[in-house]
């Protein structure tokens, strides 16, 4: 089954990326959790800039600065080499592909198809591009998605208008015959 998610443009500014960067919304790697934020998914697939911050000049230098070594069974995890490793083979991708997928076209919001998938039984987080993922290790109760495909849109109704819908809400709500419990509870 697929579910297309539009987002509007304001939830593609840099502030908001680097929120979403910041909390490291998304479990897994290629197939993530049907809880993880689809603007972190974008991002850490690398089908949208991912935020850095002014102190870091790359993706690869971000991967260092944060690896952890973690030694579980005398083994240990998340070496240089790894590290390495891995931001070669993000770097490896076709730079032509990369800058066409890496640019956010002003005035746009974007159209996202997500390909719902069952469960797994566990969804191992990873680096890429400059986001770390997390890992899932027990059971999902619920289904997990991957990105199926994307498509820039014109921006759509779904933008502030400074508050008229919500005046419009309100003035219909208080035409309403029946009182709100709001209403109830001030008599």
Not at 92 to 113: R, Y
Not at 162 to 179: I, V
Request: proline share 4%; glycine share 6%; hydrophobic share 35%.
């Amino acid at each position: 089954m697929r579910i297309s998610v539009h987002i509007p443009k304001r939830f593609l500014s840099d502030a908001h990326r680097k929120d979403v960067a910041r909390r490291r919304c998304v479990w897994g790697t290629e197939v993530y959790t049907d809880d993880s934020d689809t603007l972190g998914v974008l991002m850490h697939t690398g089908k949208l800039p991912t935020w850095l911050s002014e102190d870091v000049e790359s993706p690869e230098q971000f991967v260092k600065s944060t690896e952890r070594k973690i030694i579980k069974d005398g083994v240990l995890s998340a070496s240089p080499a790894a590290a390495t490793a891995t931001a070669a083979a993000n770097s490896n991708k076709s730079a032509n592909a990369k800058e066409e997928l890496l640019t956010i076209p002003h005035g746009k919001d974007l159209l996202v198809v997500l390909l719902i998938i069952p469960r797994l039984e566990r969804y191992t987080g990873t680096v890429r591009n400059a986001l770390k993922s997390r890992s899932w290790n027990a059971i999902h109760d619920r289904m997990s998605y991957s990105i199926w495909e994307m498509h820039w849109v014109e921006a759509g109704e779904a933008e502030s208008r400074g508050g008229e819908g919500k005046k419009r809400r309100y003035s219909f709500e208080s035409s309403l015959s029946f009182s709100t419990p709001s209403a109830r509870l001030k008599q």
